[in-house]
DNA sequence: AATTTCCTCAACCGCTCTAGG
DNA sequence: CCCTAGAGCGGTTGAGGAAAT
């Protein structure tokens, strides 16, 4: 037996919302508010639809202040930092960005964010995405992700936090190959690493890992904070690595200045402390089928389906691999 | 010009979390 | 505590428009 459903499906409108529900569900809620029920709001105001929908239409377009579309290029910094820090929580990352939803922001990394981070995916035939959509939905039905589900958003995150990290782990076996190096946000480039102690930057220019201009002068305290606090995450995983008997206190030094409120903050700081080990925790989950070093065999032998899209995919993949095997241990260790 | 393929994004689904009885 | 309803969240879908052939 399933749970009730939140409505009664038969009776129930779907798909776009026309202008004359718009209108209905607007007036409603600016003259009286949501009245605290969003389950009993939209018979109230002779609305034939779920109130999860009125409660999705209102926060993703009818609410005020609402932006759509062309994000700055802070705003991508933003997210990224986010992204790699904490990983898909998208309200949160909403919450960093005024004016801009959870929905909103997760379309755009999914469409266009990620593709220009981490190169463009090779172009799937259709019968592929049936395929994986047909795969995906059984796994769904299962009530049980797969293995490789499972690690794909903390590869994705790797890959980006190798991008970042590449420039202070002198160890990191593409460090020494040129076609690898990532472009560096300047503000990355945070008091835990300097040119001195990394000879590569020295002969790096600045530059921004989407691949603009950044005008150092006008990136404000907010962002530097953010990035700081990655930047500490990624000198903090270097030290562990090489003293693994330490207690692992990881610092993700996020400022107080960023604007998060009580409620946001208690879900940063579990969501944190949760994502902290979810590298870990994958590898443990299915460690006992070896799904990694199948996957890392699947990717030997099938490079022009990879997800990474690049031409160094079986050295970011095999490195990835190894990472995981280190944030295993650390987990294991500090635990 | 017609058809196919790709891309975007609004909306849905189903799960977890939380508050209240 | 346990149960339940509602809220909130993240993943996924699919319609429609754009671009490519």
Same mark, same amino acid.
């Given at each position: 037996?399933?749970?009730?459903?939140?409505?009664?499906?038969? *009776?129930?409108?779907?798909?776009?919302?026309?202008?004359?529900?718009?209108?209905?569900?607007?007036?409603?809620?600016?003259?009286?508010? !949501?009245?605290?029920?969003?389950?009993?709001?939209?018979?109230?105001?002779?609305?034939?639809?779920?109130?999860?929908?009125?409660?999705?239409?209102?926060?993703?377009?009818?609410?005020? %202040? =609402?932006?759509?579309?062309? &994000?700055?290029?802070?705003?991508?910094?933003?997210?990224?930092?986010?992204?790699?820090?904490?990983?898909?929580?998208?309200?949160?990352?909403?919450?960093?960005? /005024?004016?801009?939803?959870?929905?909103?922001?997760?379309?755009?990394?999914?469409?266009?964010?990620?593709?220009?981070?981490?190169?463009?995916?090779?172009?799937?035939?259709?019968?592929?995405?049936? !395929?994986?959509?047909?795969?995906?939905?059984?796994?769904?039905?299962?009530?049980?992700?797969?293995?490789?589900?499972?690690?794909?958003?903390?590869?994705?995150?790797?890959? @980006?936090?190798m991008q @970042?990290?590449n +420039?202070?782990?002198?160890?990191s076996s593409f460090y020494n190959n040129p076609i690898l190096w990532p472009? +560096?946000? /300047?503000? @990355?480039?945070?008091?835990?690493?300097? /040119?001195? #102690?990394?000879?590569?930057?020295?002969?790096?220019?600045? &530059?921004?890992?989407?691949?603009? %201009?950044?005008?150092?002068?006008?990136? *404000?305290?907010?962002?530097?904070? =953010?990035?700081?606090?990655?930047?500490?995450?990624?000198?903090?995983?270097?030290?562990?690595?090489?003293?693994?008997?330490?207690?692992?206190? /990881?610092? &993700?030094? &996020?400022?107080?200045?960023?604007?998060?409120?009580?409620? *946001?903050?208690?879900?940063?700081?579990?969501?944190?402390?949760?994502?902290?080990?979810?590298?870990?925790?994958?590898?443990?989950?299915? *460690?006992?089928?070896?799904?990694?070093?199948?996957?890392?065999?699947?990717?030997?032998?099938?490079?022009?389906?990879?997800?990474?899209?690049s031409?160094s995919?079986?050295d970011q993949?095999?490195e990835?691999?190894?990472?995981? #095997?280190?944030?295993?241990?650390?987990?294991?260790?500090?635990?």
């Amino acid at each position: 037996m399933g749970r009730a459903p939140c409505c009664d499906k038969a *009776n129930v409108k779907k798909g776009p919302w026309s202008p004359e529900e718009d209108v209905k569900l607007k007036d409603y809620i600016d003259k009286y508010g !949501t009245g605290g029920n969003w389950i009993a709001l939209p018979q109230k105001i002779g609305l034939k639809r779920c109130g999860k929908s009125c409660r999705l239409r209102w926060l993703n377009y009818l609410r005020p %202040n =609402i932006k759509h579309g062309g &994000f700055s290029e802070e705003e991508d910094s933003i997210i990224l930092s986010l992204y790699i820090s904490i990983g898909s929580r998208w309200s949160i990352i909403a919450a960093q960005l /005024p004016g801009r939803t959870d929905n909103d922001i997760k379309n755009y990394w999914n469409t266009k964010l990620k593709k220009k981070l981490l190169g463009r995916q090779k172009q799937m035939n259709r019968q592929d995405s049936i !395929t994986d959509s047909t795969e995906n939905n059984l796994n769904n039905n299962n009530h049980n992700k797969s293995p490789q589900n499972l690690s794909n958003s903390a590869l994705e995150r790797l890959q @980006l936090h190798m991008q @970042l990290q590449n +420039l202070q782990s002198p160890f990191s076996s593409f460090y020494n190959n040129p076609i690898l190096w990532p472009k +560096l946000h /300047p503000l @990355l480039q945070s008091t835990t690493t300097t /040119p001195n #102690q990394n000879p590569k930057l020295a002969s790096q220019e600045s &530059f921004h890992p989407l691949g603009v %201009n950044v005008d150092h002068q006008h990136n *404000n305290m907010k962002l530097a904070e =953010i990035n700081n606090g990655v930047s500490s995450l990624y000198s903090e995983n270097v030290e562990q690595s090489q003293n693994p008997a330490h207690e692992f206190q /990881p610092n &993700f030094g &996020f400022s107080q200045d960023l604007r998060i409120d009580n409620h *946001n903050m208690d879900l940063m700081n579990r969501g944190v402390s949760k994502e902290l080990f979810q590298v870990g925790n994958e590898f443990e989950l299915t *460690n006992s089928s070896s799904w990694w070093s199948e996957e890392v065999e699947v990717e030997r032998k099938t490079t022009s389906s990879s997800s990474w899209g690049s031409a160094s995919v079986l050295d970011q993949t095999t490195e990835g691999m190894v990472m995981l #095997q280190d944030y295993a241990q650390m987990s294991y260790h500090s635990v």
